[in-house]
């Protein structure tokens, strides 16, 4: 489901829009297959990604494009997937906010599950034409209060 803004201003419940759900089967087809253009071309030129994972911020699709080819060409005798599950999106004209939780797992050749993570995920979406890319990506997972460490597992 989503949300759409009307002729008011007000917000609607809607069903996803096409586009915007052929990103997120883009986004889960790209990592299975382990195609970095694929993965990279969702995103637009200058978008700016704040990564859960060791750089505060990538600026740009091609400083982003190296993190993603090193996560997709490593670990060669796993499959990888990305579940992006409890999605939210809110549209206007030319512009989307997606919130979800992304599970991102490794398998092995005879399909038994190795690890899993979870991340909370926030994409910034814009309307190039009829298709979407992401101008803005924010992953990140909460800290423990005693420990502090990430959390990376849905309670």
Known sequence: ?????????????????????????AYRTAVLTRDVDGLAALYHPDARIFDAWGTWSYE??????????????SNRD??????????????????????????????SADGK???ALQNRLSWVLKRDGAAWTIV???????????DGKGILQRN
Not at 1 to 25: K, P, Q, W, Y
Not at 136 to 146: A, K, N, Q, V
Request: glycine share 6%.
């Open 78 to 107: 796993e499959e990888y997937r990305a579940a992006l599950d409890d999605v939210q999106v809110i549209e206007g004209t030319d512009m989307a906010v997606l919130t979800a939780i992304a599970t991102y797992s490794g398998w």
């Open 136 to 146: 803005h990506e924010h992953t990140s997972s909460p800290l423990g209060f005693e």
């Open 60 to 73: 740009g699709r091609d400083a982003w494009r190296k993190p993603l080819d090193a996560w997709l060409t």
């Open 1 to 25: 489901s989503g949300c759409r803004r009307d002729n008011n201003h007000n917000f609607e419940v809607t069903t996803m829009n096409t586009a915007i759900a052929t990103v997120l089967e």
């Open 113 to 115: 599950q190795l690890r």
